[in-house]
């Protein structure tokens, strides 16, 4: 039966957008939209770590939103998905993707034997009867985490998309002006996609996203202590908080205590964006130098960084005669009118709705290539049959006959076979196991890290920096919490990179990092808290596995 309605999903790091939407439609409705912050470490670079947290979070914000929908289209964002785009002579999309798999050495350079491939074409050179592709290839690792995650919330996979290719799908197909180039400006990071006449031309990922200026926003605490990070958002939306170029942030003089806090903030707010710039220089400078003859004149910015006031200002300050339009809105969206999710603000949605906008399907891809190997058995067993059928024809009555003999004394054997007991040993042998089975399973559920607590304090030790004073130390099932005090961020940031070094520890993160100064010593001080979650070394987990 084919799909009319889907749920369409983006999972980010921090959060999770979804559109419920017409499927595989010239200008299909979106019928419900909403956004949701994802549980905390959750996500990370796309892979679901925490299947049955984040699960019931989607499956409650599904229902709370009304969304009864089981036909699910997930765009990935990810980086551990590559592409690459390349030539290839004129031929059949089954050819194609035979030629992709057969070349895959080729477009790759990195081991992709656990990657699976698809593609889009991208344009038809009749003159010379080729065709520009883009090749796509995920791990197969990130597939099974959303084949996991839909079966235990019972939801059918449609498609799985690339955020890449859901984006430039949707403006590829833009009846207004073009967007020549355009950057989904993301809580984490940005993409940049440049098309000419409709066509993709250039796509980048980078790693910059509003979650940079939100952090310095928080860390400057020029609107309090203890400000979140959706009103931290919202302070960059409703204040221009970042000067409209770089020159005039070094002409301000400020008047009074007041003044000079706000120049302070906006100049970090300001510094903080160049990142952002360079990579928009890098990325026009390696266009224009494999495209002499085209110009971009316009950067359209979407996303959530399309409602930062100022950074549109700056950014036009840094690229003379370019002009920058903030998309909030994207034009041609068929918004149901009691969908209320979207409103001015579209474009945070665009991945999820290119998703729907059927051209690759990494779900897919796997099931041709099975359909194609099992195509192929079928073709082989079928030969087989008529080459047996022909032998048998062929063969004379003798031969017919000792045959039959044969099968008579083979039957006779099983029966001898099954009088003798056999069937009760092997009932016996598999209950041996099965017990041996559960044995193993028993020993493994009785491991704690309190058996290697000596060794993980000897890494401790062996791993820290010379001058550290550990305040306290609390230690759980899943991990350990110390509060350190060192003499400076220096030391503070080796530290984390020598305790990233232990075996025992999956994840080593510092929070609430603070500078103090002793007013009779003068003495500098970095203190802040140190959170270390476990994790068995390789050679552990294989001896709870065995």
């Known amino acids: ?24 439609k010239k200008n299909p409705v979106v019928y419900k939209s909403i956004t949701f912050d994802n549980p905390i470490r959750s996500v990370d670079d796309g892979f679901i770590m925490e299947k049955g947290i984040y699960g019931t979070e989607l499956s409650n914000q599904l229902a709370s939103a009304g969304i009864k929908c089981k036909d699910v289209v997930f765009s990935l964002t990810s980086n ?11 031929m059949k999309a089954e050819m194609v993707q035979n030629l992709i798999e057969n070349e895959r050495t080729e477009y790759f350079p990195m081991d992709t034997s656990e990657h699976r ?20 290839a995920v791990p197969e690792i990130l597939i099974k985490n959303y084949e996991a995650l839909a079966a235990e919330r019972d939801l059918k996979i449609v498609a799985l998309d690339y955020c890449g290719n859901s984006i430039y799908q949707w403006l590829r197909k833009k009846k207004q002006e073009p967007m020549d180039m355009y950057l989904q400006l993301n809580e984490k990071n940005t993409m940049f996609t440049i098309l000419d006449n409709n066509l993709l031309t250039l796509q980048r990922n980078m790693n910059f996203g509003t979650m940079v200026l939100i952090n310095n926003l928080i860390e400057e605490r020029y609107y309090g202590e203890e400000i979140s990070v959706d009103e931290a958002m919202l302070k960059l939306q409703e204040n221009t908080l970042i000067y409209p170029s770089y020159n005039s942030m070094l002409d301000v003089v400020p008047q009074d205590e007041d003044a000079a806090k706000l120049h302070e903030l906006k100049g970090r707010l300001t510094d903080a964006a160049r990142p952002l710039i360079t990579n928009v220089a890098r990325v026009l400078e390696y266009y224009n130098t494999l495209n002499r003859e085209a110009k971009v004149n316009k950067i359209y910015i979407g996303g959530a960084g399309a409602h930062i006031k100022g950074l549109k200002e700056l950014i036009e300050s840094e690229f003379n005669g370019v002009e920058v339009v903030m998309v909030e809105q994207l034009p041609d969206v068929n918004i149901h009118k009691k969908n209320t999710g979207m409103e001015n603000r579209s474009s945070e949605y665009i991945a999820c709705l290119g998703a729907a906008i059927p051209t690759i399907n990494f779900y897919k891809a796997k099931e041709k290539e099975s359909m194609a190997v099992t195509m192929i058995f079928c073709l082989v067993g079928l030969v087989a049959v008529i080459a047996a059928s022909v032998v048998i024809i062929l063969n004379c009555k003798s031969t017919y006959d000792n045959e039959l003999k044969k099968k008579d004394t083979l039957n006779a054997q099983l029966t001898d076979l099954k009088n003798s007991g056999i069937e009760e040993l092997e009932q016996k042998y598999n209950s041996s196991l099965a017990t041996a089975t559960e044995v193993v399973l028993m020993d493994a559920s009785t491991f ?3 058996e290697k607590w000596n060794e993980i304090l000897g890494y401790l030790e062996s791993e820290s920096v010379s001058e550290i004073v550990v305040g306290s130390l609390s230690s759980d099932a899943n991990g350990l919490s110390l509060n350190i005090t060192v003499n400076s961020k220096e030391e503070a940031a080796k530290l984390l990179l020598q305790l990233q070094k232990i075996p025992y520890f999956g994840s080593v993160t510092i929070n609430s990092i603070a500078e103090s100064v002793d007013e009779e010593t003068n003495i500098k001080t970095v203190s802040f808290s140190v959170i270390c979650t476990y994790q068995l070394p390789v050679t552990e987990n294989e001896e709870v596995a065995e």
């Open 80 to 90: 551990k998905i590559v592409s690459r785009e390349v030539t290839i002579p004129e």
């Open 448 to 450: 704690t890290f309190n």
């Open 1 to 24: 039966m084919a799909v009319s309605r889907v749920v369409s999903i983006e999972i980010t790091d921090l959060y999770t957008r979804v559109c419920e939407m017409g499927y595989g």
């Open 117 to 136: 491939l698809t593609f889009h074409v991208l344009e038809h050179l009749k003159e010379t009867k080729e065709q520009r592709i883009i090749v796509f």
